[in-house]
């Protein structure tokens, strides 16, 4: 409609079977929605885990901005990269001294900006700065820009996301939670106007054990031994949000839930 801005996010892309779901689902999606942004979660794109310049570069032929979380140091050749693309983005609240961005101001074809920011979790991970505290600074630097703020806020704890979701109500477009890459069945939109979903799923094996190899996970579990795991390879599925957002208010009009599956 007139005035308002679709955009897909799609959740955690795990390894080349998560790449192969992108290039499988992806055109049919954009063929329902038309959506004028498109981005995707890609810290485990590159073997389950990391990210590499090739396979951003690949990536972005399907999307628009990357985010990414925890993992998005795990290749270091990548870390000159995050430098050089604006569009492949690593969480704000990591000390300053990180190479890389951790917003991404979208400008379409049509005039109209909306920006990504990328927050990480603390209960259960790193001790980073608060992402409470960074998300009012970002929010109130990104308003200045546009009111179309998403956010991909990459999480363990599930409370810790809906508190997030709550605390910025209103002032941003969409929190999409990532990280656990498990589909929650919660998206909604909150009083004051923001999209929210607890976490938005994965891309990647469907027979598998959060994306990773059933039977190497199973031994983690029944030897407490560490485990080489890898990408699973059987069956491809997708987990999407499709979040339609008035260009003015910045304010969230739907919001929908996808699972594609290929068994």
């Known amino acids: 409609m007139p005035g308002e801005l679709g955009i897909l996010f799609i ?107 990328n927050l990480q979790g603390r209960v259960f991970m790193e001790p980073l700065d608060y992402p409470f505290r960074k998300a009012d600074e970002e929010i109130e630097r990104l308003t200045k820009t546009t009111p179309v703020i998403i956010v991909d806020f990459h999480a363990e704890a599930s409370s810790e996301k809906q508190a997030l979701g709550w605390y910025v109500d209103g002032r941003v477009s969409a929190v999409i939670g990532t990280h656990t890459h498990v589909q929650t069945a ?26 990773i190899e059933k039977e190497q996970a199973l031994q983690r579990f029944l030897t407490g031994r560490p485990q080489h795991f890898e990408p699973a390879k059987d069956g491809l599925m997708l987990g999407c949000l499709y979040v339609e957002i008035n260009l003015k208010t910045g304010l969230a009009r739907s919001v929908k839930r996808e699972l594609l599956v290929e068994a």
């Open 11 to 117: 959740g955690d892309v795990v390894g080349r079977p998560g790449r192969r779901a992108v290039e499988r689902f992806l055109p049919g999606l954009v063929k329902k929605y038309a959506p004028g942004l498109v981005i995707a979660n890609g810290e485990n794109a590159a073997g389950g885990i990391g990210i590499t310049e090739e396979i951003a570069k690949d990536l972005f032929l399907h999307v628009d901005v990357l985010t990414s979380g925890n993992h998005i140091w795990d290749k270091k050749e990548i870390l000159p990269y995050l430098d050089r693309e604006p569009r492949l983005i690593r969480p704000a609240n990591y000390p300053a001294v990180n190479p890389g961005h951790f917003s991404y101001v979208f400008q379409h074809q049509d005039g109209f900006k909306a920006a990504v920011l």
């Open 186 to 211: 919660d998206e909604r939109i909150l009083p004051k106007g923001t999209a929210y979903i607890t976490d938005v799923g994965m891309t990647g094996g469907y027979n598998a054990v959060i994306g």
